[in-house]
């Protein structure tokens, strides 16, 4: 190379082959690859003579190389790269003794700078061609899948690149640092070497694996060589510009680039650089980065993760950001909403604050307040996130508390489940950092806060006592006093009406004195008015008393007002004339205060400095206790709200939900307990997490008490457990019992717990009532999980609960009997079973006592002796051998001691014949109640227990014939075949032995010579004549015991149903009703076809106007439905009106029912058109906006697009047959509700001849308006044209109906009638729906003719429904009965085909 010569750094390696400007380098020759090692050598060889310099003769040897880099071998390679990074470091090594070197000439200046470029140029180019090539080799193992990654990489190089970038940066770094600017004219370093340098670490950056763990010292060394070059070579505006670009364009970058920057503003000094690229973010259109969702998450990230770095250097620049948080895009808002955060925690936080800080401060918290309400859910749980880490880190100033609290309740409400989530969480970050108490009962701090708030009143009154009698002396006051009460007299003097309004009279007995104290009273307080109008009244009264008779009749009335108001108030002293008169001599105390006692001592500054102090700490303490007691109430308002998620879909919820009441339970929030109780049933969840959650909530409330020793441990947690069976449901009690059963199964009660619970049982420790009967329930409880906890101590529980005295425990007895019937498996037994079930001999002494005690107390009027008997016969039927023999002896027994009585009652009569004898009413109710619970049980005996023995006999005797048949083994395909034949034989025993059951069912339990039959009668008796047996808990029983009779027999069922059914529609006792809607549902399972015609009158109890009944009815129909034990028809719209009921239990039941219908299928789909019908039915169905609340509900579950779709066209449709304006509105309003898609509007318009007319109305227009809406907001740009069609076409036929209108009430006045009488005359044609709760399905209403004669009767029967009295003293048997008639009974039976779905025609 000439020594003139100048090598330039070219843009392009093609630019070196181009003959340039004068003196400019151009390589002469690009070499073969044949020739390339050779030249290599050479240049090696003159390197060795020549050092770096060699690099000016033997360029082109590198350039070639640099060519042909793709082609040749990777061992040169290699060679290469080794050989240049020595030449790299030779030259660093040398450059500081050429730099310092004075006498150095221009040709050597310039021969080491050209160098020093080229060195670095075939450096960089080289290691920039490796990473190429590493990428797309990194590429093609991505498809060939990560095995043996490395191993191809190093077959590919010959060596393992990813090491040796790192040294290569380094070097640059070493040469950076170097003085080297002086190589240079005027010591300035040309931009392009800059850019060489730099270009390559940003070439690094670029590669996605830069961001991986093993490439940490790259991501360091490529730090370190920018931040040389930002500080020595004046890269920052390119380093900004590289760094925007990067962002926009490579996810990966921005926690690299974070870490860079960072580093570069605190170990290299460089802030400056922050602000640059803020300010290059902040510059950026937020429509543009709306459009450009890339770059927006990019520089998210990068600002998110910067101000968790550097929140102080970044808090300067904040001002720039904030138009973004009025940008479309979220993830910007969020951003800029996490920096705020962030200096608010680590730069923003402590008392310590200057004011300039403290108000940042409340402007970055205010911002983040505000966008807890953003229109994004993402930035929603964003803020609510951000308070959480805020109160965790105790960053939030205490006045704030309420303001979060209540944002977090507010968001309780969200539709978005993240943000309901995170609202949760943030609840409970308050709770655990509360700075107020760690017991938060309002209860309990609403006690002392009204007590220190009073101190604080008594406190203030006195102080303001002590400063009146040191304060102002009255000329002061009352020339204070004196504008406001000028103001005051004038507007009296004007309106003299006002002092009619406010009458201030004075009384005969008072004196001037008195009456001059008075005024001064009201001066001091305030009150003008009344001191004026009173002044007013003395002047009048007192016209000789001093100094109401001293008045100038020269000066105005408002002159003379001031004066002598003035007079009163400033005393005797004010006026020179009166100094001498008697008025003088009024005591200063008189003066209401106003004036000073003159020898009163004055109070030292010490001690009312003591005082001020006292009033600043009761300030405290009040607003203390107020915080507390606020934030008290606002967490009790989110128990309130929280509880209702519980049984939310998303597990996530649920989960923090359950949490939640954890915290609000070990705070002590009594309402918490609430929540406790009302997570139980999530133990039946059938997602893990969620019954996991709570069997984790429960270890930890109840699991780990707090106690010195193993026993004070085992008190706390019986004692804790006992709260939750206070008032507990069966269905606590059940969830509850599973939860121990887990426990137990799992050695996780502490043998301690039950050795006290029997201790507390046999009352070796001392204990109430209700605590021994709690104890006995925990046992039996914990039985299901291990049966021997009880098993073993058989004798001891019937010792406790069923032993000779008297009166009986009943409450203690029935649990013991809980208890004990946990010791067995209740389940029908499996055909794998080979052992007999656990059953006792009659004669074990638990019958014994059970039959004594029910007999016993069976002529004792006791409630608890009817639940007690009814667990104790399910006991009997459980364990006993032979159960029907023990149970008839029971009823033999009770039923001779009711007829012992019925004796004695005729005995003590002298005359029989004056009035029928009389059972007291206790004795029959309870005779029936245990008549039909052996009914009952003798039935589940039948089934499951004889049934399930009769099989296990069958399985063993088949094998044992087996056995005798072929003793020795046969081959797998024979046995095969065996098992085929028995399963056969198998399922047709099944059916020989079910069909035996029903014959002993049907035929002889209910036969004339069986002990149940013998009560069939009495109870008929009972039941036919409420009128008779008027007794509310008799009747109770009575409808109960007939329910359960009616399951033994479809033959006794048939012929009863009718008068079930009366009873059920007529019964004027909410309780029969109840009971009987459950006993129906149970016959409506065993026998679906005689129930079937029935089915409108089940339907009907769910409009039945008692509550209790509403939700029984809700509850069995629920069952009835989704076991597909009924029709669904039109009338479960009867259950979509319980979504609107004013118990919210009915309503939440009426949800999960239709939850759960959802999931069958397309049910809800093809119900709606029904369902809709109905419940817009101007005669029949419901309110405007029930419809609404309903409707949305139901819509909701409408997902997929074909129904909606459909749905949409059948609607449409219904215009035409819709005949009020109020159908046009729902409709309308169903169609705006669904999830429409750009198909479903084309079927809307296709279908819009059906509604076009209808959209002069102002609802129906705004409900289709609402679908454009909707639809805009998803909409694809090609979607769009037929949107705007739409609206148009919309707009343009509600414009036009309007005009028409219009022009109707102009023109048309007259002949505007007859149009709507023919149109009346058409809605009368259709009959109104017939309701399945009208009276006239019986016999007790009026004749059916009525009816016909005139169709508007029905409805108002149905709405004014008349009470059906039952009158004791009726006499007529015919008259008594409730039953209806046999043209009244259903005759259409239709039968319920759940085997096969074919349809048979006629």
């Known amino acids: 190379m000439s020594p003139l010569c100048e090598f330039h750094l070219p843009l392009s390696p093609e630019e070196l082959l181009k003959s340039g400007g004068v003196n400019q380098y151009v390589v002469q020759e690009v070499l073969s690859i044949r020739h390339l090692p050779a030249q290599l050598r050479a240049f090696q060889a003159a390197f060795r003579a020549q050092g770096p310099l060699a690099m000016l003769e033997h360029f082109d040897t590198i350039y070639s190389i640099l060519h042909h880099f793709r082609s040749i071998d990777p061992g040169l390679k290699e060679d290469t790269l080794e050989f240049l990074i020595k030449v790299v470091s030779r030259h660093s090594q040398e450059l500081p003794a050429v730099l310092d070197d004075k006498t150095l000439s221009l040709s050597d200046r310039n021969a080491h700078l050209n160098a020093l470029k080229m060195n670095c140029y075939t450096l960089i180019r080289l290691l920039e061609s490796f990473e190429t090539m590493t990428s797309q080799t990194s590429l093609m193992d991505l ?180 138009d973004h948080l009025d940008g479309e895009n979220y993830m910007m808002r969020n951003a800029v909403l996490a920096a705020m955060a962030e200096m608010v925690l680590q730069v923003l936080n402590g008392d310590q604050l200057e004011e300039a800080a403290r108000d940042t401060r409340d402007q970055f918290l205010d911002t983040l307040q505000a966008h807890g309400h953003d229109v994004n859910s993402f930035v929603r749980s964003r803020v609510l996130q951000f308070f959480t880490r805020i109160v965790q880190q105790k960053a939030l100033p205490l006045t704030r508390f309420q303001a979060v609290v209540a944002l977090a309740v507010g968001r309780l409400a969200d539709k978005s489940v993240l943000v309901c989530k995170n609202a949760i969480q943030l609840l409970a970050s308050f709770l655990a950092n509360n700075p107020f108490s760690c017991k938060l009962s309002d209860t309990d701090l609403a006690g002392p806060l009204q007590k220190e708030t009073q101190k604080l009143q008594e406190m203030r009154a006195q102080r303001r006592t002590a400063a009146a009698s040191a304060v102002l002396d009255p000329d002061e006051e009352w020339e204070a006093m004196l504008p406001e009460l000028k103001s005051t007299l004038q507007q009296l003097l004007k309106l003299p009406q006002e002092e009619e309004e406010i009458a201030e009279h004075i009384t005969n007995t008072e004196t001037p004195e008195e009456v001059k104290g008075r005024i001064r009273q009201l001066l001091a307080k305030a009150s003008y008015k009344q001191a004026i109008i009173l002044t007013r009244e003395a002047m009048g009264s007192f016209q000789e008393s001093e100094p109401f008779s001293h008045i100038d009749p020269e000066e105005s009335e408002e002159t003379t007002f001031l004066n002598l108001l003035g007079i009163i108030f400033k005393g005797p002293a004010a006026s020179t004339q009166q100094k001498t008169r008697s008025t003088g001599n009024v005591v200063p105390e008189q003066v209401a205060g106003q004036t000073v006692c003159k020898d009163k001592p004055k109070v030292s500054e010490p001690e009312e400095s003591r005082e001020s102090d006292e009033l600043v700490k009761q300030e405290m303490l009040v607003q203390y206790l107020q915080d507390a007691y606020s934030f008290s109430r606002k967490i009790t308002e989110a128990i309130g709200i929280i509880s209702k998620m519980m049984y939310e879909n998303t597990t996530s919820v649920v989960q923090e939900v359950i949490e939640f009441f954890v915290m609000v339970f070990q705070f002590g929030v009594p309402q918490a307990l609430f929540g406790v109780r009302r997570m139980l049933p999530l133990i039946w969840s059938k997602e893990p997490g969620v019954r996991e959650a709570v069997l984790n909530a429960y270890r930890q409330l109840y699991l780990s008490p707090k106690g010195d020793s193993a026993r004070a441990k085992a008190q706390a947690l019986i004692q804790n457990l006992s709260l939750l069976l206070v008032d507990a449901s069966v269905g606590t009690i059940q969830c509850l019992e599973e939860i121990l059963c887990e426990f137990v199964q799992k050695d996780e009660l502490k043998p301690a717990v039950t050795q006290l619970l029997w201790e507390r049982a046999t009352e070796k420790v001392p204990c109430s009532p209700l605590e021994r009967c709690s104890s006995v329930m925990l046992l039996g409880m914990m039985a299901r999980g291990k049966p021997e906890i009880v098993g073993s101590n058989l004798d001891t529980l019937v ?323 989704l076991k597909d034990m009924v029709k669904v028809k039109g009338q479960v719209s009867e259950m979509a009106v319980l979504l609107i009921d004013p118990e919210p239990q009915i309503a939440a039941l009426a949800k999960n029912f239709f939850n759960e219908l959802s999931h069958k299928g397309n049910a809800i789909y093809n119900l709606l058109p029904d369902i809709i019908s109905r419940l817009s039915d101007p005669e029949a169905g419901v309110e405007e906006v029930p419809f609404h609340i309903i409707m949305r509900q139901l819509l909701s579950y409408i997902t997929k697009d074909k129904q909606t779709e459909s749905l949409v066209e059948k609607l449409c449709q219904r215009f035409r047959t819709a005949r009020t304006e109020r159908q046009h509105r729902d409709l309308a309003y169903c169609v705006s509700q669904l999830p429409l898609t750009e198909r479903g509007l084309r079927r809307m318009l296709d279908s819009f001849d059906c509604f076009g007319d209808k959209l002069s109305d102002e609802s129906v227009f705004s409900a289709f308006l609402s679908v454009v809406g909707k639809l805009r907001r998803g909409a694809k740009p090609e979607g769009k044209a037929i949107i705007d069609e739409f609206e148009q076409k919309l707009r343009a036929f509600h414009t036009r109906g309007l005009d028409g209108i219009e022009e109707l009430e102009i023109g048309q006045g007259g002949s505007q009638r007859a149009p709507s009488a023919r149109k009346q005359s058409t809605v009368s044609r259709y009959q109104p729906l017939a309701s399945a709760v009208s009276d006239d399905d019986f016999v007790t209403p009026e004749p059916r003719r009525a009816t016909r004669r005139h169709p508007n009767n029905q409805q108002r029967v149905s709405k004014k429904k008349p009470k059906v009295v039952f009158s004791s003293d009726e006499s007529s048997e015919e008259e008594l009965s409730a039953e209806m008639t046999e043209d009244e009974t259903p005759k259409k039976t239709t039968p319920i085909r759940r085997a096969s779905t074919r349809r048979h025609r006629s």
């Open 143 to 322: 498809d060939l899948g990560g095995k043996g990654k490395k191993a191809r990489t190093k077959a590919a190089h010959g060596f393992d690149w990813e090491e040796e970038r790192q040294p290569i940066l380094q070097l640059l770094t070493q040469l950076l640092q170097l003085d080297i600017r002086h190589l240079w004219n005027h010591s300035v370093i040309e931009e392009e070497f800059v850019s060489l340098v730099t270009g390559c670490c940003y070439r690094l950056l670029e590669n996605p694996t830069i961001s991986h763990q093993k490439n940490r010292p790259v991501r360091e060394a490529i730090t370190h060589l920018l931040g040389v070059a930002l500080t020595r070579y004046n890269h920052m505006l390119s380093a900004t510009v590289k760094i925007i670009q990067m962002l926009q364009h490579f996810e990966h970058l921005a926690p690299v680039l974070v870490a860079a920057v960072s580093l570069w503003a605190t170990d290299y000094g460089m802030k400056s650089i922050v602000g640059e690229i803020v300010r290059e973010i902040g510059q950026k259109c937020p429509q543009e980065l709306s459009r450009d969702p890339s770059g927006a998450k990019g520089f998210a990230a990068f600002l998110t993760e910067l101000a968790e770095r550097v929140p102080a250097i970044l808090m300067s620049s904040m001002c720039i950001l904030l």
């Open 799 to 1121: 010792s406790i609960g069923l032993d000779e005295k008297f009166p009986q425990d009943y409450r203690l007895a029935q649990q013991v009997c809980h208890a004990i019937a946990n010791i067995s498996d209740r389940r029908k037994p499996s055909l794998g079973k080979r052992h007999p079930p656990f059953r006792l001999p009659q004669e074990h002494r638990l019958f014994e006592r059970l039959r004594e005690t029910i007999t016993k107390g069976f002529v004792h009027p006791d409630p608890l002796w009817i639940p007690f008997k009814e667990v104790a016969v399910t006991l009997i039927y459980q364990l006993a051998e032979g159960p029907e023999v023990l149970c008839a002896q029971i009823l033999h027994s009770c039923a001779k001691q009711a007829l012992e009585k019925l004796e004695e009652k005729s005995t003590s009569q002298e005359d029989p014949k004056e009035t029928p004898v009389m059972l007291p009413t206790f004795l029959l109710m309870n005779l029936l109640s245990l008549a039909g619970d052996v009914a009952l049980q003798q039935l589940v005996h039948l089934e499951q227990a004889v049934s399930g023995e009769l099989c296990r006999r069958r399985v063993l005797q088949e094998e044992q014939e087996h056995k005798t048949k072929d003793p020795k083994g046969k081959n797998t395909s024979s046995e095969t075949t065996m098992e085929e034949e028995l399963g056969l034989v198998g399922a047709t025993a099944d059916d020989t032995e079910a069909e035996l059951i029903r014959g002993i069912c049907e035929m002889e339990l209910l036969d004339g010579k069986q002990t149940l039959a013998a009560f069939v009668p009495l109870l008929l008796k009972v039941c036919n004549n409420p009128g008779l047996y008027s007794n509310p808990d008799l009747c109770a029983a009575a409808s109960l015991a007939l329910g359960k009779f009616c399951m033994i027999s479809a033959t006794f069922c048939d012929s009863q149903l009718r008068l079930l059914f009366t009873m059920l529609e007529k019964s004027s006792l909410p309780i029969v009703r109840s009971n009987l809607m459950v006993a129906t549902g149970d016959l409506a399972i065993r026998f679906p076809n005689l129930v079937d015609p029935w089915t409108p009158h089940l339907y009907a109890r769910l409009r039945d106007p008692a509550q209790q009944v509403r939700k029984t009815a809700g509850l069995v129909m629920t069952h009835l439905i």
